[in-house]
């Protein structure tokens, strides 16, 4: 079975532009999160969605927005991009939202902002 | 809030040794859950183990198991027998039994396996 994918694998952007990266849970998951890992840190909760509703938000701008789809798949959208948003993007699904839910991550989007 | 600690940033240890690896965390929640992840080189994290709290017994998968220590808020993990393939970045992380499925991080703990 595949595991949890994103696309695209690498982007580079220049600061004030929008970009959109996108996460596919493993087959039968519900629920997506997502989460911001600047290099030399540990990953921070950004969103959480199940059954397409928002579940939970980390302490992130409004430039950052998500979705999910009917298919459970989801997209991190982030406007007006700076230089901090340099990071690792790394998306979890897991079968349920709830605490006993083990999430499981996959690979990552590596974002630069020139 | 909760917060967790790993105060180790970087750990070396020898093939086949054992190592531990430590994580303290703050919070006033009775009910959560404790994970160890791992972080390979350019790699995915995966999931090492979990110990949910209400759980006296510490839990042990194959050559990975933790001591958790309640009272003293405190989730060490060790490995024994070593191999070069656990080299990587080892997170700790939180979640607290409320509606979000929310992960706090710890700093991760870099470990280097020599052969």
């Known amino acids: 079975d595949a595991g949890v994918t994103q696309s695209p694998t690498h982007l580079i952007k220049t600061r004030g532009q929008h970009v959109t990266l996108r996460c596919s849970p493993i087959s039968g998951h519900k629920s997506v999160s997502w989460y911001q890992q600047v290099l030399g840190q540990g990953p921070q909760f950004i969103f959480q969605y199940y059954e397409k509703e928002e579940r939970g938000r980390g302490n992130f701008p409004d430039r950052f927005s998500a979705r999910q789809f009917p298919n459970y798949s989801s997209e991190l959208n982030v406007n007006a991009l700076l230089l901090g948003d340099s990071a690792l993007y790394l998306c979890?699904?897991?079968?349920?939202?709830?605490?006993?839910?083990?999430?499981?991550f996959g690979p990552g989007t590596r974002l630069t902002v020139l | 809030a909760q917060t967790v600690t790993q105060s180790q940033p970087e750990m070396s240890v020898q093939e086949a040794e054992t190592v531990t690896l430590s994580c303290t965390y703050d919070t006033s929640e009775n009910n959560y859950y404790l994970f160890w992840y791992k972080q390979p080189p350019s790699r995915q994290m995966i999931l090492v183990i979990r110990q949910e709290a209400y759980k006296q017994q510490n839990a042990t998968e194959n050559r990975f198991s933790v001591n958790f220590q309640k009272a003293a808020k405190s989730f060490s993990l060790k490995i024994s027998d070593s191999q070069l393939g656990d080299t990587a970045m080892y997170f700790c992380?939180?979640?607290?039994?409320?509606?979000?499925?929310?992960?706090?991080f710890g700093t991760g703990t870099l470990l280097a396996v020599q052969p």
């Open positions: 979890a699904s897991s079968l349920g939202a709830g605490a006993d839910d083990t999430q499981y």
């Open positions: 992380a939180f979640r607290d039994g409320g509606a979000t499925n929310k992960l706090i």
